[in-house]
């Protein structure tokens, strides 16, 4: 089945870093990848969806500037957290679609930590 | 407007029990997938389940089986015989089908196994 594999799978870091969080399909083309946070206890929310070579486009609320999002290739989206704050500490995970029809597969999540 | 309702936050049964998960969902589209992820403590999103809002046969899957019922827009998940394995947290999701954006997730059921 499709595999998609994040990286890395847990990140402990100081305030004001900035920390890049990668997402690959492994054996499909991924046009379109999405990126959810989570909060402990809490469900999935959308940050933004991202399609390979255009910008992407963040959910209501999100800030583009803290949360970059680059899709430069089919098959990689990079999600960076820019001067990452305790508040920013959170389980971040990805996902990827082949084509428009076809469904999500998701990653296996990194969790970050902002001391 | 989309939203997907899991009622229950956390259920404790006793090993070998059966358990029912509730999840109910509001939408406006005619077509669209409902789908149930499993979420161990380890973080990453197990797949279990896409249903087409087409198909209304219910189905089973080993230990697990799903009742869908457009008219009172429900899609619940019962474990047989339940195992220590099967604790986890249990998201249900609702995507609109044409492009699939949109992943509605519910607040999760944590359901813990007692052996």
């Known amino acids: 089945g499709a595999v998609v594999s994040q990286h890395p799978s847990r990140v402990i870091c100081k305030s004001g870093t900035s920390v890049k969080i990668e997402c690959r399909s492994l054996d499909f083309q991924a046009t379109t990848m999405f990126w959810y946070r989570q909060f402990p206890k809490q469900s999935l929310m959308l940050m933004a969806t991202?399609?390979?070579?255009?910008?992407?486009?963040?959910e209501q609320g999100v800030e583009k500037d803290k949360f970059l999002i680059n899709h430069a290739s089919l098959t990689l989206s990079t999600l960076t957290v820019t001067s990452a704050h305790p508040e920013d500490s959170s389980f971040y995970i990805c996902?990827?679609?082949?084509?428009?029809?076809?469904?999500?597969?998701f990653g296996d999540g990194t969790r970050l930590s902002i001391l | 407007a989309q939203k997907v309702t899991q009622a229950q936050t956390e259920i404790s049964v006793v090993e070998k029990e059966d358990v029912t998960l509730d999840c109910v969902y509001e939408?406006?589209?005619?077509?669209?997938?409902l789908f149930w992820y499993k979420q161990p403590p380890s973080g990453e999103l197990v797949f279990l389940i896409r249903?087409?809002?087409?198909?209304?046969q219910n189905e089973i899957s080993g230990r697990y089986s799903w009742n869908f019922q457009k008219s009172t827009s429900s899609f619940n998940f019962t474990i047989t015989a339940s195992q220590v394995v099967d604790s986890a947290v249990y998201f249900c999701?609702?995507?609109?089908?044409?492009?699939?954006?949109?992943?509605?997730f519910g607040t999760g059921t944590s359901l813990t196994v007692i052996p």
């Open positions: 249903r087409n809002s087409f198909d209304e």
């Open positions: 996902s990827a679609r082949g084509g428009q029809y076809q469904p999500q597969h």
């Open positions: 939408t406006r589209d005619t077509t669209y997938y």
């Open positions: 991202s399609n390979e070579g255009s910008k992407a486009t963040y």
């Open positions: 999701a609702l995507s609109e089908a044409i492009t699939g954006n949109q992943f509605y």
